[in-house]
Nanobody, 124 residues
Framework: VQIVESGGGLVQPGGSLRLSCAVSGSGFTFARSWMNWVRQAPGKEMEYVAGIALHSEHFKYADSVKGRFTISRDNAKNILYLQMDDLKPDDTGLYFC????????????????RGQGTQVTVSS
């Protein structure tokens, strides 16, 4: 499985960014999988951000991003998105797209593949 995240950058507090995650490769069917975004701030443990069900019928968000971030997906293109609005300095970190699996855990959640991440920096 190949995962490539993009769309990160430097933004001022209150600004917006839209992250994208392109998923490809054999052995994994994007349209049949719950997909997730996770992030890691400098010096901190990885944190769950958001998740979306196969056909966008269910969503899950960390309390810290509810009302500001929106996860979405395009199953025809195998792309996962994260629209981030009203960004705060605490949102700074490396953002990863992650598939379900058993390679790494964040609390009660278990994940398989992830990409190299895309850096988001929120600063004035």
């Amino acid at each position: 499985v190949q995962i490539v995240e993009s769309g990160g950058g430097l933004v001022q507090p209150g600004g917006s960014l839209r992250l994208s995650c392109a998923v490809s490769g054999s052995g994994f069917t994007f349209a049949r999988s719950w997909m997730n975004w996770v992030r890691q701030a400098p010096g901190k443990e990885m944190e769950y951000v958001a998740g979306i069900a196969l056909h966008s019928e269910h969503f899950k968000y960390a309390d810290s991003v509810k009302g500001r971030f929106t996860i979405s997906r395009d199953n025809a293109k195998n792309i996962l998105y994260l629209q981030m609005d009203d960004l705060k300095p605490d949102d700074t970190g490396l953002y990863f797209c992650a598939t379900p699996g058993s390679s790494f855990r964040i609390g009660d959640y278990s994940f398989g593949h992830r990409g190299q991440g895309t850096q988001v920096t929120v600063s004035s």
